[in-house]
């Protein structure tokens, strides 16, 4: 059930800058330092003169506890589909299973399809190796690994689904090229592992090509992921704009938040055509929850990726300055002091109020920062229109077989005992390596086994077919597990080889 506490709307006002209306948004306290850190941004942004009419929802942990494995009740979705907006604290998601992440929930569920996380180091005034590092990835947010698609399917061997689609990948590219147009970015890079998978992150990195071709003043390049976090981590200084699918993104966007300076410093905004989510990247750290501890950077950053979506980027510009004249003056926190870098050690409050205390100041070293014509969400991507389908013939079937032997040949032939008409055994893999024919005795062997049925020649096969070979496989005890159909696409292979094959 949901726990939700209050709904009111609670205005944010100052007549400082503007008499323009309050902006409806949601926002979430969410579990551990999320109150506090939330309660600094929102004094700040009142002080800046934000204008925001806010409804608080309650998600997350005692959500969960209450009984919703979903963490979020349906008067929040409401609230969210409402404004469009939601400013969202870190959360805890319950060890055990059975809990859903609601980060993965809510980006997909709201098509929030882009992850954009500015990574920048604020040198000499907080520690870093790479003084000079300003990097913006652009993560898929939707797809890839997070569709969150998983079974075990025999005693031995478990799978996850990595689905990646077109519309996925151009629309996460064009925004990441959109995007480099807009903020005055000179380079795109697309990290991909097609040397591996090379119909899934084939398609990511085919589609870089294609789009980014359509931006001739934007450079262009592809690193397979390996190789490029390892030059992101040592040389961020390269690179630009990173785009890339939702698990790699996932990683080297910590990575790059941490060398930059901290992960506490980061905030993140998950833009979709229907709404908006903004949020630091750390956790909820329940560890230090209630210590006046936390460093409320990373969610004050979301929040002024927030004011500039909403069309407030004047006041955006303000809590920026002062945020980045308050790191000059030394006054950090835990996370990011330093003997003989910082000055003042100082808690979550007191960076607050120090923050609030220079509104209306620049920054002496760092570059100031003028307000955006350019917000995170102003960047639009045109809609996916279908192009005509690709001529699809089915070639073949592959037949995820369960079977505790070792000897493939033992199963071939009870395979070719069983197989229907229209159909032959072609190969057998084991976690991908064939194994039949003429296998490797090298090659370790699970209860896994895809079993290859190629049409034969001249032949046209159908649904009905399909079902008789399979009909015939569990006559003869064969524990199939599941299947893949296998297409051609106007001629073109739908399907990887086996490894060895
Ligand atoms: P974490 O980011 O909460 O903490 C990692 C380390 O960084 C800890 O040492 C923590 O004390 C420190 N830290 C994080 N934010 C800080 C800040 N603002 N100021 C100072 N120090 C800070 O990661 P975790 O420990 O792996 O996860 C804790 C919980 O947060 C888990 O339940 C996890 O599921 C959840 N989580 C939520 C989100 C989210 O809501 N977006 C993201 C990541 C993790």
């Given amino acids: 059930m949901n726990t939700l506490t209050a709904l009111k709307p609670l205005h944010l006002e100052s007549t400082a800058l503007s008499q323009s209306a309050p902006v409806p948004i949601t926002v979430a306290m969410g579990d551990g330092i999320g109150p506090e850190i939330m309660v600094a941004c929102l004094e700040i942004m009142q002080a800046?003169?934000?204008?925001?009419?806010?409804?608080?929802?309650?998600?997350?942990?005692?959500?969960?506890?209450?009984?919703?494995?979903?963490?979020?009740?349906?008067?929040?979705?409401?609230?969210?589909?409402?404004?469009?907006?939601?400013?969202?604290?870190?959360?805890?998601?319950?060890?055990?299973?059975?809990?859903?992440?609601?980060?993965?929930?809510?980006?997909?569920?709201?098509?929030?399809?882009?992850?954009?996380?500015?990574?920048?180091?604020?040198?000499p005034f907080v520690a870093t190796k790479h003084p000079t590092m300003d990097v913006v990835i652009v993560r898929e947010n939707e797809e890839d690994l997070?569709?969150?698609?998983?079974h075990r399917q025999t005693d031995e061997v478990y799978q996850c689904l990595k689905l990646v689609s077109r519309p996925g990948c151009e629309r996460i590219v064009r925004y990441a090229f959109e995007y480099a147009k807009a903020h005055g970015r000179k380079k795109v890079t697309c990290f991909t592992k097609d040397n591996i998978m090379k119909m899934t992150d084939g398609l990511f990195h085919k589609v870089f090509d294609e789009i980014?071709?359509?931006?001739?003043?934007?450079?262009?390049?592809?690193?397979?992921?390996?190789?490029?976090?390892a030059r992101l981590a040592d040389t961020p200084e390269d690179f630009d704009v990173i785009v890339t699918s939702n698990l790699y993104g996932d990683i080297i966007s910590d990575i790059a938040a941490q060398i930059a300076g901290s992960v506490g410093l980061a905030g993140s905004a998950n833009i979709g055509a229907h709404g908006a989510m903004f949020e630091a990247i750390h956790g909820s750290a329940p560890t230090i929850a209630g210590t006046d501890v936390a460093n409320p950077s990373g969610l004050l950053l979301a929040s002024v990726m927030m004011l500039d979506h909403i069309g407030q980027p004047e006041v955006a510009a303000r809590i920026h300055n002062a945020w980045l004249?308050?790191?000059?003056?030394?006054?950090?926190?835990?996370?990011?002091?330093?003997?003989?870098?910082?000055?003042?050690l100082?808690?979550?409050?007191?960076?607050?109020?120090?923050?609030?205390?220079?509104?209306?100041?620049?920054?002496?070293t760092l570059a100031a920062i003028a307000p955006s014509s350019t917000p995170a969400g102003a960047v639009q991507v045109a809609p996916y229109?279908?192009?005509?389908?690709?001529?699809?013939?089915?070639?073949?079937?592959?037949?995820?077989?369960d079977w505790s032997g070792s000897d493939a040949d033992v199963l071939a032939a009870g395979l070719k005992g069983a197989t229907t008409p229209g159909f032959g055994l072609t190969m057998?893999?084991?976690?991908?390596?064939?194994?039949?024919?003429a296998g490797l005795p090298e090659t370790f062997r699970t209860d896994h086994w895809r079993c290859r049925f190629m049409v034969n020649a001249g032949m046209t096969v159908n649904g009905h077919m399909v079902a008789d070979l399979l009909r015939q496989l569990a006559t003869a005890g064969v524990g199939f597990v599941k299947t893949e159909h296998l297409y051609t696409f106007d001629g073109e292979p739908g399907f990887s080889l086996g490894q060895g094959q």
């Fill in 325 to 344: 004249r308050t790191l000059e003056d030394g006054i950090h926190t835990a996370d990011v002091f330093a003997q003989g870098v910082s000055g003042a």
């Fill in 385 to 401: 229109i279908r192009p005509k389908p690709a001529k699809k013939a089915m070639v073949g079937i592959d037949v995820f077989v």
């Fill in 212 to 229: 980014g071709a359509q931006y001739p003043s934007i450079a262009r390049e592809h690193l397979i992921v390996d190789i490029g976090a």
């Fill in 48 to 123: 800046a003169g934000a204008r925001l009419a806010i409804e608080a929802i309650d998600i997350g942990e005692g959500v969960y506890r209450a009984g919703n494995s979903a963490g979020i009740g349906a008067d929040a979705w409401d609230s969210v589909r409402r404004t469009r907006v939601l400013l969202k604290a870190p959360i805890t998601t319950p060890q055990g299973g059975g809990y859903k992440s609601l980060n993965v929930t809510l980006r997909k569920s709201l098509g929030l399809f882009a992850n954009v996380r500015p990574c920048v180091s604020y040198h």
């Fill in 428 to 437: 057998i893999t084991n976690r991908g390596v064939k194994v039949w024919p």
């Fill in 346 to 364: 100082v808690g979550t409050k007191g960076f607050t109020a120090a923050v609030i205390e220079r509104l209306g100041q620049t920054p002496r």
């Fill in 146 to 150: 997070y569709a969150g698609i998983e």
